[in-house]
């Protein structure tokens, strides 16, 4: 039953599907997006909340790319804060409470405006190929539909199997059916599948919580808007609260760690090394007398609550007693255990950095699928693998976007060229250049990018182009103004510096760690058009200039070494002088250039050193 053709399909519409879905249909390609259920669509199976450390840089870069996450969180957000103020601005980090129902209905709906986009339920159980080819693919209902390209973004659906306690069922998160049948197809058609797994807390119901007996933990005013095109004045609308396990949790988990489908081996996938189940932290980190718990709210219209922090696969009756022994929730209503789901994932050092499958023309992956964890590193990949499946079929090179330039870049780079042993969460110590790539830049970094790309619409790129102006303007302004002793006397006493004896530039001032721009403006008048952001661009800017300096050096060092590319079909086997580990590991990931070949594990800078030299001679060779 052959239903027709598309230019690409996307399989799955979680936070990888729906950027992938947006982006090729916007840059001109005739898409048709494939999920289990519409009901399913941008669900949050997991926290209901967008961002965190180093996850809101991604979102962040996402939205300058003139992706979706960004807006649809700034749509629905219950509560919003920046984390890591106590710390440097590399690591500030918006996160947002975000209403699960709402978030599906903005996402939903938007996919359905998009134009030159289908959205269809049905559920994809093989992948058409010819010769290496993608072809199309069936569904369950036998409907075929051809297709250029085919992006998987199939998340924790695949052969999704969730566990709580003894009692293990086929299943996707939520009641949502697991996708069965797809992995044997990708697995004939070459893919290398793994088997990973990760965990939720249990949901409860807010007036079986005792919420006098806990920390309330408020938003921040004003409130910060992931996008760029986000106006404000936003408002909080909710409050989290924080309570603690206690020694009475950990002996009753411990007591039935035997039960847990985890330590009794029933769980072959391998979980999260950064988000470790209850029973996790209890075993591993045994000293610790309490771990910390956050009761947030799911909704505006549900009194479901999610306990961050808590994901259990232990069995009802043990969560109900671990539960019970908390402060605040000794009277919990349980309305959906914790759980742990396994599910397929491919091995991503099959995948070249435009997210294309080495051995697969035409095939994508994205999102979970690919071995990471996360909203926001499965929508920064699919925004990728939609621009670069839709480019394929437009006849265009491939979006790359280097590890130097951004948080995504450095994902997709490590994905691709490390591989990974558990779920990847973004962290911002996987950066070698977080002081240059932070979340207030996102837009000097990527807009551009995504203007050229065909991302980036007018109504963005007209605000972008005035910010830039602006904060030209205002560099300038504080290069030019000279403030007099007697005008900043107040502020020199304030801060506890000594006074000023000669005029120094507002610039000078704004490098001294105790001023901030704020203050600034206090004494030299506000500058023109200048937001939020742009100011805190041009104090972190100022005040970080060396540090910055020497970062953007060693980006130049490293654009140099990637510069210097590699033949695609080259074999190192001919190379005595590497060593043989490392010959056997550039021929598998095979490196666009060499400075993808000296980030492969096991690849040493000695090999480096004699491919460098073999490709110069090579290079010589060929004149
Ligand atoms: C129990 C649980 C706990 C989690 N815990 C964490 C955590 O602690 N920290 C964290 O960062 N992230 C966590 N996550 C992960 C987070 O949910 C995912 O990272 C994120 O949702 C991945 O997005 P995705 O787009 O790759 O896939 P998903 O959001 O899972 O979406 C997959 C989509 O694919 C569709 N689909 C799948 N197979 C098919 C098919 N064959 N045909 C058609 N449609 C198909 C589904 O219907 C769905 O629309 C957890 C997820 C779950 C389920």
Redesign the pocket.
């Known amino acids: 039953m052959y239903l027709g053709k598309y230019d690409v399909i996307v399989?799955?519409?979680?936070?990888?599907?729906?950027e992938a879905a947006v982006a090729s249909a916007r840059l001109g390609c005739h898409t048709a997006l494939?999920?289990?259920?519409l009901d399913?669509?941008?669900?949050?199976?997991?926290?209901p909340s967008i961002g965190g450390t180093a996850?809101g840089h991604l979102v962040r870069e996402i939205d300058a790319l003139g992706g979706v996450m960004g807006l649809a969180a700034d749509a629905t957000f219950l509560q919003s804060r920046m984390l890591n103020l106590g710390k440097g601005p590399a690591v500030h980090s918006l996160r947002v409470q975000t209403d699960r129902q709402r978030y599906h209905e903005y996402t939903k709906q938007l996919l359905e405006r998009t134009e030159n986009l289908e959205l269809k339920q049905?559920?994809?159980?093989d992948l058409l190929t010819e010769q290496g080819k993608v072809k199309g693919v069936r569904?369950r209902l036998l409907a075929e539909y051809g297709a250029k390209a085919v992006i998987i973004?199939?998340?924790?659906?695949?052969a999704g199997k969730?566990f709580v306690g003894e009692a293990s069922i086929d299943s996707?998160?939520?009641g949502?059916h697991a996708?069965l049948?797809?992995s044997d197809s990708l697995r004939k058609a070459g893919v290398t599948l793994r088997r990973f797994k990760?965990?939720?807390p249990a949901r409860a119901n807010r007036r079986s919580i005792d919420f006098s007996r806990m920390e309330v933990q408020y938003g921040d005013e004003p409130v910060i808007p992931f996008s760029f095109m986000t106006e404000g004045p936003l408002k909080n609308k909710v409050v989290c609260h924080i309570t603690y396990t206690n020694p009475e949790t950990h002996k009753i988990i411990l007591d039935n760690i035997h039960r847990s489908p985890l330590y009794g081996g029933a769980i072959e996938g391998i979980g999260?090394r950064y988000?470790p189940s209850i029973e996790d932290k209890v075993v591993r980190f045994s000293d610790k007398p309490r771990h910390q718990i956050f009761v947030e709210p799911c909704g505006e219209n549900t009194d479901e609550m999610y306990l961050q922090g808590m994901?259990s696969s232990l069995p009802e009756d043990v969560q109900n007693d671990f539960y019970h022994t908390i402060q605040g929730l000794e009277h919990l209503e349980i309305m959906r255990p914790a759980?742990?789901?396994e599910y397929d994932c491919c091995d991503s050092t099959e995948l070249d950095a435009s997210l294309e499958f080495k051995q697969i023309s035409g095939l994508y992956g994205?999102?979970?699928?690919?071995g990471?964890?996360?909203?926001?590193?499965?929508?920064a990949?699919?925004l990728v693998a939609g621009v670069n499946a839709a480019r394929s079929v437009l006849g265009k090179d491939p979006l790359i976007l280097p590890r130097q330039g951004s948080y995504i870049g450095t994902l997709i780079d490590d994905l691709v060229t490390k591989g990974v042993m558990d779920?990847y969460?973004m962290m911002t110590s996987r950066s070698e250049y977080r002081l240059y790539l932070r979340q207030d830049n996102a837009d000097e970094r990527l807009t551009p990018t995504g203007r050229e790309i065909g991302l980036v619409d007018d109504a963005r790129w007209e605000k972008f182009l005035q910010a830039q102006q602006a904060k030209k303007a205002e560099l300038l302004r504080l290069e030019k103004r000279v403030v007099r002793p007697a005008e900043a006397a107040a502020l020199m006493e304030r801060t506890g510096q000594p006074a000023l004896v000669s005029g120094v530039t507002a610039l000078e001032l704004l490098r001294r760690p105790a001023i901030s721009y704020k203050d600034l403006v206090e004494i030299i008048g506000p500058g023109e058009k200048i937001t939020d952001l742009v100011a805190s661009q041009i104090s972190t800017e100022v005040k970080y200039e060396g540090y910055i300096r020497r970062q953007q050096a060693k980006i130049r060092d490293l654009h140099r070494q990637e510069s210097v590319e590699i033949p695609k079909d080259l074999d190192y086997s001919q190379f005595d002088g590497i060593r043989l580990e490392a010959r056997e590991k550039l021929n598998k990931i095979r490196p666009k250039n060499l400075g993808q070949a000296g980030r492969i594990p096991g690849v040493n800078p000695s090999d480096i050193a004699v491919l460098a030299v073999e490709l110069t001679v090579l290079k010589n060779k060929n004149g």
């Open positions: 399989v799955g519409a979680g936070h990888a599907g729906i494939f999920t289990m259920s399913g669509i941008g669900n949050l199976p997991c926290n996850k049905g559920e994809v159980v569904t973004a199939t998340g924790t659906y695949l969730i996707g998160p939520d949502q996708a049948g797809l990760t965990g939720t999260p988000c994901s759980y742990a789901i994205a999102g979970q699928f690919n990471t964890s996360g909203y926001e590193e499965a929508a990949q699919g779920p969460r």
